[in-house]
């Protein structure tokens, strides 16, 4: 088959997936903790047996279990093969891959740590060391980040030598608030510049999401059409059908909010929203994403309840199965007000988007697991067909599905065969299952790949993560100045009534999901 001489290069994304990054240390603190064996090791091993891994890679796990070498492989195979997508593990590969795994258990909170570390990097065989590129991942507890940080720099790990890099990735939450996250930015930032810095945001690896970017903008039709005078508006959902899975002590202190919004949502919200960018790079996508972020307009205490709902789950049943109230789940006190739902309302006040509103919402035990962008077109401003059941027909709607059952679809109005001009909607359907048969990397293998090759468009900027709390750390104020708790829903609903009202009182629906 010849090229389609109209084709061009727009994205560089799958020319990036084929490069191999060079070699470097991979030093993962938190390396005996749930993130680093559901989804780091697994991600890593997987781009090894996608050769994506130069052979001199190594891996370096501190934690402060102490376990040895061997210990550490073997319970590191067995999370590949638990939670990796591979069905069985590959003897050759595992064979180069663990050779190349290393265990170090240490107290972040000691400085000899970081000599041990340093000691550790400087002794690796000449092969496995070249070039002094070094990437350090925080998977621990959020408190450790600064000390990690600082302890790196003090024993000159933060410094970069001629030609080689430093690079610290930092896993969510970053900071719980504005301050705190502007405390935790000031303490990473005296040890390592913004470009050795890689805030995860795991929403940003999903194929899916990418997919909204080349979406818009590899495709001529879409972008005339991507405004406010033809957006009727715009719904973005994050559900989970799971409730806390233990993580009631850590969720507590979060939220939905925290947790959910000031991140990914917000992340998707400003692919959805921004100017093109005039190229695919770092700098360029992540200006006018904030731009994005800084268009949208504060909370007042005025319209605070018109403009955000939150929601607490009571016990009810999810896929028939009966489950505990979010106030009985491990680890959650007794009269907790922490929303584990949140819908909100937002405008993006610029030339583009001015008036149309953003409707978001997020919650856990909601009655299934599905992550999608419903972009609700205006109606057709005139409807020249008399005598039809036209009325019945609804405006066309786009909606981009990030998860489960990956894809687009688009609904339209079609002509139902027959004597008569009946109108009915039908959909035109996408499915990345079907369309391409490679499935779609886990959002960590190239998340780790990205950070390697030094490419941060897929992560965090500070002014966006910055922006993000802004917006939210308003409505967090607003809501501990009122004692209205939050209004419950049964677990397995779509959240609280008041929810459906934030729509409403705009003359809109939800999607029904
Ligand atoms: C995490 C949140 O960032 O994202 C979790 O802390 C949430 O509470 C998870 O369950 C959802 O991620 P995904 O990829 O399953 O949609």
Do not use: C
Not at 436 to 455: C, I, K, M, Q, V
Not at 472 to 495: F, H, K, M, Q, R
Request: proline share 6%; hydrophobic share 40%; net charge negative.
């Amino acid at each position: 088959m010849t090229p389609d001489s109209h084709s061009q290069p727009v994205f560089d994304l799958g020319a990036r997936l084929s490069r191999t990054p060079p070699p470097a240390a991979i030093v993962i603190f938190g390396a005996s903790g749930d993130l680093a064996r559901r989804k780091l090791l697994p991600a890593l091993y997987s781009l090894a047996l996608q050769q994506l891994l130069a052979p001199e890679m190594t891996i370096i796990g501190v934690a402060q279990r102490e376990l040895t070498d061997e210990q550490f492989h073997e319970q590191m195979r067995q999370a590949i093969v638990t939670h990796g997508s591979q069905a069985s593990v590959d003897d050759d590969i595992w064979e180069g891959f663990s050779r190349r795994l290393r265990y170090l258990s240490a107290d972040f909170s000691d400085p000899t740590t970081y000599e041990r570390i340093r000691d550790t990097l400087i002794a690796l065989p000449h092969a496995h060391h070249q070039f002094g590129n070094r990437l350090f991942y925080l998977a621990t507890a959020p408190k450790f980040f600064p000390i990690i940080a600082e302890g790196l720099g003090d024993a000159g790990l933060a410094e970069e030598a001629p030609n080689a890099f430093s690079r610290i990735v930092i896993e969510k939450p970053f900071g719980n608030d504005l301050e705190s996250s502007r405390a935790l930015n000031r303490r990473l930032g005296a040890v390592f510049q913004e470009t050795q810095t890689f805030r995860i945001d795991h929403y940003l690896g999903k194929e899916t999401v990418q997919n909204l970017l080349v979406l818009r903008f590899a495709n001529a039709i879409f972008e005339p059409i991507w405004n406010r005078r033809y957006v009727d508006h715009v719904q973005i959902t994050v559900a989970e059908d799971l409730g806390m899975e233990n993580r009631g002590a850590y969720y507590d202190q979060s939220g939905a909010l925290r947790d959910i919004v000031q991140n990914h949502i917000f992340q998707v919200l400003s692919l959805i929203a921004m100017e093109p960018p005039a190229r695919f790079d770092s700098r360029s996508v992540h200006d006018e994403k904030v731009k994005v972020l800084r268009a949208i307009p504060a909370i007042t205490a005025e319209d605070a309840s018109d403009s955000a709902v939150r929601g607490q789950y009571r016990s009810g049943f999810i896929a028939g199965e009966p489950v505990l109230g979010y106030r009985e789940e491990t680890g959650v006190p007794e009269g907790s007000n922490t929303e584990t739902f949140v819908a909100m309302r937002l405008t993006v006040e610029n030339w583009r988007w001015a008036g149309t509103p953003f409707y978001l919402r997020t919650g856990k035990r909601l009655p299934r697991r599905t992550t999608e962008v419903a972009v609700q077109f205006k109606p057709a401003p005139h409807l020249p067909f008399a005598h039809t059941v036209a009325e019945t027909t609804a405006p066309n709607l786009l909606i981009l599905r990030i998860q489960p059952d990956e894809g687009a679809s688009l609904r339209f109005s079609a002509k139902v065969p027959g004597p008569r001009v009946d109108i009915r909607d039908v959909s035109m359907d996408f499915q990345y299952g079907n369309a391409f048969l490679t499935p779609s990397a886990e959002a960590y293998e190239r998340l780790l790949l990205d950070a390697l090759l030094g490419d941060s468009t897929l992560f965090a900027r500070w002014d966006e993560v910055e922006r993000g709390w802004e917006i939210v750390d308003e409505l967090l104020s607003l809501w501990a100045t009122t004692a209205i708790p939050a209004a419950n829903y049964a677990a397995g609903a779509w959240g609280p009534k008041e929810a459906d009202a934030l729509v409403r009182r705009d003359g809109r629906e939800w999607r029904r999901l």
